[in-house]
T-cell receptor, first 112, second 115 residues
Framework: DQQVKQNSPSLSVQEGRISILNCDYTNSMFDYFLWYKKYPAEGPTFLISISSIKDKNEDGRFTVFLNKSAKHLSLHIVPSQPGDSAVYFCAASTLTDYKLSFGAGTTVTVRA | DTGVSQNPRHKITKRGQNVTFRCDPISEHNRLYWYRQTLGQGPEFLTYFQNEAQLEKSRLLSDRFSAERPKGSFSTLEIQRTEQGDSAMYLC?????????????FGSGTQLSVL
């Protein structure tokens, strides 16, 4: 049962433009959401997170937006850089459950 | 380097053989997790420890899989009688509870290929 879904397997964007990655979830008990970035042959690295009490969190070029009523979150990267080319995973957890549930990932390719 | 360390990075084995992977978490983290990732999928939870206690196991973890964390430090994941379907990246993570929630820090993983 996939509780976290990333319906776009890939995204191609020109350098300097905005990348928008989307994530939907089904479990209304989720209250903490994270984005991870993964390069080939490496483990995922934490990028940014948001609590369910907020609707936006910003860290440099990365902003995560949360729409609880729609059970949807998105990651905005602006401006996109070649080093941003990677697989991005959306993940979620509940207050009482430490483990993360992950989406299938979106592969971002930033074109020069 | 104080990150999560996993060994070996790669393991090639023949079907039916046993394999063991090791994970050294970040020293001050008391929770340790094992995940498995296959191509085109996100990491799937296998099991997690709080200190030395194994608190949860996924139904993905068949009886051929066993994990230990003696003394609440490093952890090992053993797969007995490997099958080709066990081929995957095995990821270890450790965590600390932040101001908003649990943040997991992952190692580089062990890529298992079962021939």
């Amino acid at each position: 049962d996939q509780q976290v879904k990333q319906n776009s397997p890939s995204l191609s964007v020109q350098e300097g433009r905005i990348s928008i990655l989307n994530c939907d979830y089904t479990n209304s008990m989720f209250d903490y959401f994270l984005w991870y970035k993964k390069y080939p042959a490496e483990g995922p690295t934490f990028l940014i997170s948001i609590s369910s009490i907020k609707d936006k969190n910003e860290d440099g070029r990365f902003t995560v937006f949360l729409n609880k009523s729609a059970k949807h979150l998105s990651l905005h990267i602006v401006p996109s850089q070649p080093g941003d080319s990677a697989v991005y995973f959306c993940a979620a957890s509940t207050l009482t459950d430490y483990k993360l549930s992950f989406g299938a990932g979106t592969t971002v390719t930033v074109r020069a | 380097d104080t990150g999560v360390s996993q060994n070996p990075r790669h393991k090639i084995t023949k079907r039916g053989q046993n394999v063991t992977f090791r994970c050294d978490p970040i020293s001050e983290h008391n929770r340790l997790y094992w995940y498995r990732q296959t191509l085109g999928q996100g990491p799937e939870f296998l099991t997690y420890f709080q200190n030395e206690a194994q608190l949860e196991k996924s139904r993905l973890l068949s009886d051929r899989f066993s994990a230990e964390r003696p003394k609440g430090s490093f952890s090992t994941l053993e797969i007995q009688r490997t099958e080709q379907g066990d081929s995957a990246m095995y990821l270890c993570a450790s965590s600390v509870t932040g101001t908003m929630g649990e943040k997991l820090f992952f190692g580089s993983g062990t890529q298992l290929s079962v021939l």
